[in-house]
Each structure stands twice: as C-alpha cells, then as structure tokens.
C-alpha cells in the first residue's frame, strides 16, 4: 500500500480500508491511515484509533492515532449534539 492509495480512501470515505491500512508494516501508512481517519465522525473509527494510539510500537503511529482519535471524539459529540 502507498500514500496515494490512502488519500484515495480518503476521499472515497472508505473507512474499513483505513482501519485495515492501520495494521500496513509500514508505519509511515499507518500514520497516514490514522491522520486520514481523524475525519470521520464514526465509533468504529474511534474504537480502533484508540486501540492504536496504545497499541501500536512506533510511538509516530501512536502520536497520529491519539490526534486522530481526538478529532473523531469531538465529531461524534459535535454530531450527537445537533441531533
């Protein structure tokens, strides 16, 4: 997997692509995948952000998916409010 096929997802808002781009052995695209997931508004993404952001062993990927699952918390409760 690249770069380009993550912003692809992206824009397509495949988010189960990007989860599983969470587990690529590049870290450089699991970074991607966790800052590309930061704007989605949805509990799976944050279930497995937060996973990530303790889980993973490159503390880049961690640090992505902690600033990601942030975003995607203040979403879902931005969301939830307008409801």
Do not use: W
């Not at 587990?23 to 497995?48: C, K, Q, S």
């Amino acid at each position: 997997m690249d770069r380009a096929q993550v912003a692809a997802m992206q824009k397509a808002g495949n988010t189960h692509g990007l989860i599983e781009a969470l587990h690529d052995p590049d870290e450089y695209i699991r970074a991607a995948a966790a800052d590309a997931l930061g704007g989605f508004a949805d509990p799976r993404v944050a279930e497995a952000l937060e996973t990530v952001k303790f889980c993973d062993p490159t503390l880049r990927v961690k640090r992505a998916a902690s600033y990601a699952h942030s975003r995607v918390v203040e979403r879902i409760r931005t969301r939830e409010e307008q409801s």
